[in-house]
């Protein structure tokens, strides 16, 4: 088993930055796959990032490229997502996941933490 618990979310202002923690306990977290993904009001959950268990491949949809970076720190148990250039879009509620193998949906992710809310102000 893991438990995810994400931490960093808040209010910023367009063109400004966030750094989004997700917190791991459980045996064997470092050789899990991490992802983040976000749902924006009324919309559907979608994915943002991911990195795998060493943090040698990372992965990112095209709307966040150049934007935001996916890092993480075994020895702490924590996955980061540092977010920059911050749109409105943005807006979201972002979730940390878990799973032992890579993968961009959802449905491919057993694990997950309960959100943090990004409000990213025009």
């Known amino acids: 088993q893991v438990q995810l618990v994400e931490s960093g979310g808040g209010l910023v202002q367009a063109g400004g930055s966030l750094r989004l923690s997700c917190t791991a306990s459980?045996?064997?977290?470092?050789?899990?796959?991490t992802g983040w993904f976000r749902q924006p009001p009324g919309k559907e959950r979608e994915f943002v990032a991911a990195?795998?268990?060493?943090?040698?491949?990372?992965y990112y949809t095209d709307s966040v490229k150049g934007r935001f970076t996916i890092s993480k720190d075994n020895a702490k148990n924590t996955v980061y997502l540092e977010m920059n250039s911050l749109k409105p879009e943005d807006t979201a509620v972002y979730y940390c996941?878990?799973?032992?193998?890579?993968?961009?949906?959802?449905?491919?992710?057993?694990?997950w933490g309960q959100g943090t809310q990004v409000t990213v102000s025009s």
């Open positions: 990195i795998n268990w060493s943090g040698s491949s990372t």
């Open positions: 996941a878990a799973d032992k193998t890579m993968g961009t949906t959802s449905a491919e992710y057993d694990y």
């Open positions: 459980g045996r064997t977290f470092s050789r899990y796959v």
